[in-house]
């Protein structure tokens, strides 16, 4: 079993202190770039980089006066800057520290959830191969279909969540950005070159153009694949559990010793763990909507979407890196019933091998609709009576015209369904 998740690391990301931090910096970088381009004194640079510091009491007790968390920030770094705090912020406004910073968080925050994408399917593609070969039912509509094994249903997983982690490759490339272009994007007061300078030193690419702010639609694409990432593991945890009640019972998410699944019936064990994914997940693409819903700002910015992001952004990424975690501690967890995948296969009476019925009897000769019809009469039969479908198909006399018991005994074959396995994990997983 994998350790337990704890939400430091990713929560550490979006505390007021690590904020704040990474704005002293783009202040600093600011700073350096100006110096080398002459525009304010090396040595003034020199004693800023030493007393340049926050207190973060002190930022909140300004910002109670200020009502602006950047003009707080600024006001108490200048003190402990003293004279030389005439060249901090420099033609720089609010936004150049906000969405530079947002954009150092985001590059984080993804590279955590990469973390997270890549250790799941890593287990994953464990996992389908331990079942590759495991027959179970195939369900369209939740009613049996035709056998499968509960390997391809892992494997499905893994391919998906690989997308995933592609998407979410992209996406971090497309907001680990920044900008430092001034209070409406013009670069007025402030050259280009700062900015290239500051991105460069962070690791973020610098906008091609912005307005005070990046524009939100970025940002919406990055929501965007969270809450497509959050619905793929609410697939997967649907799946879980489904398999995991009493009358199917195939696979069962792990329940730890002095687990209780019920206050008043001591023999519950629920799937509780699926069910909190299944339920984060909607979360997620509420936020991805409000996200879209940030995309239309008045002019060259409003603040409407600052109070959204405030709460989406960490609440998502948050949010995601718990679900992450929690879902592979499920499936490295996962108990499977064999057994009771074999029950299940069978409990049908052999009704899941009609459409092997129908080919035959069409390469006997019968046109599709006449064999869809006779297949369909016999497997009526066994639906509302206790024969077994083999036997039915025995005793009608325009089945076992063209098809003998050994026919039906072949054609009766699980293997056959298996055949092409294989070369379907071959394409996965050996490329």
Not at 155 to 163: H, N, Q, S
Not at 348 to 364: C, E, H, P, Y
Not at 395 to 407: A, F, G, H, P, T
Request: proline share 2%; charged share 30%.
């Amino acid at each position: 079993m994998i350790e337990r998740y704890s939400l430091p690391q990713m929560s550490r990301i979006w505390q007021d202190e690590s904020k704040f931090e990474s704005m002293l910096q783009i202040e600093i970088l600011a700073l350096e770039a100006l110096a080398k381009q002459k525009k304010i004194p090396r040595d003034a640079l020199s004693r800023i980089k030493k007393k340049a510091k926050f207190d973060l009491v002190k930022v909140k007790k300004i910002e109670e006066n200020t009502q602006h968390d950047v003009v707080a920030f600024v006001t108490n770094v200048a003190q402990h800057i003293g004279q030389d705090a005439k060249y901090l912020h420099l033609g720089l406004t609010s936004s150049d520290l906000l969405d530079t910073t947002l954009g150092v968080q985001l590059k984080a925050a993804s590279d955590i959830l990469i973390a997270d994408l890549n250790r799941l399917i890593s287990l994953l593609e464990k996992k389908a191969n331990r079942y590759r070969d495991m027959v179970c039912i195939g369900r369209t509509h939740g009613v049996h279909a035709e056998p499968t094994t509960f390997g391809l249903k892992l494997a499905l997983w893994f391919d998906e969540t690989r997308r995933n982690l592609e998407r979410l490759k992209l996406a971090k490339e497309e907001v680990a950005v920044g900008k430092i272009s001034g209070a409406v994007g013009t670069f007025a007061n402030i050259d280009p070159q700062v900015e290239t300078y500051v991105c460069r030193k962070l690791g973020l690419k610098a906008a091609k153009i912005s307005t005070q702010i990046i524009q939100r639609d970025i940002y919406a694409v990055f929501m965007a694949g969270l809450a497509i990432i959050g619905s793929s593991l609410e697939k997967f945890a649907t799946e879980i559990r489904h398999l995991q009640r009493t009358e199917v019972l195939e696979a069962e998410e792990p329940f730890g010793k002095g687990q209780k699944g019920s206050s008043a019936m001591p023999h519950k064990r629920n799937p509780v763990i699926c069910e909190r994914i299944c339920g984060l997940s909607r979360l997620l693409r509420g936020n991805a909507l409000a996200a879209m819903e940030n995309v239309a700002l008045w002019h060259e910015r409003d603040i409407s979407h600052s109070s959204v992001e405030r709460v989406i952004m960490p609440d998502s990424t948050i949010v995601l890196d718990y679900m992450l975690n929690k879902f592979i501690e499920v499936v490295e967890g996962l108990i499977v019933y064999p057994e009771n995948m074999l029950a299940n296969l069978v409990k049908t009476k052999g009704l899941i091998f009609s459409q092997r019925v129908l080919l035959a009897l069409m390469d006997k000769g019968l046109t599709r609709q006449e064999a869809y019809d006779l297949v369909q009469r016999c497997a009526m039969q066994t639906w509302r009576g206790n024969k077994d479908f083999k036997e039915v198909l025995l005793e009608d006399k325009k089945v076992s015209n063209n098809l003998s018991r050994k026919d039906l005994d072949k054609i009766f074959d699980l293997d056959y369904y298996l055949r092409n396995v294989n070369k379907i994990f071959s394409r996965l997983f050996f490329k």
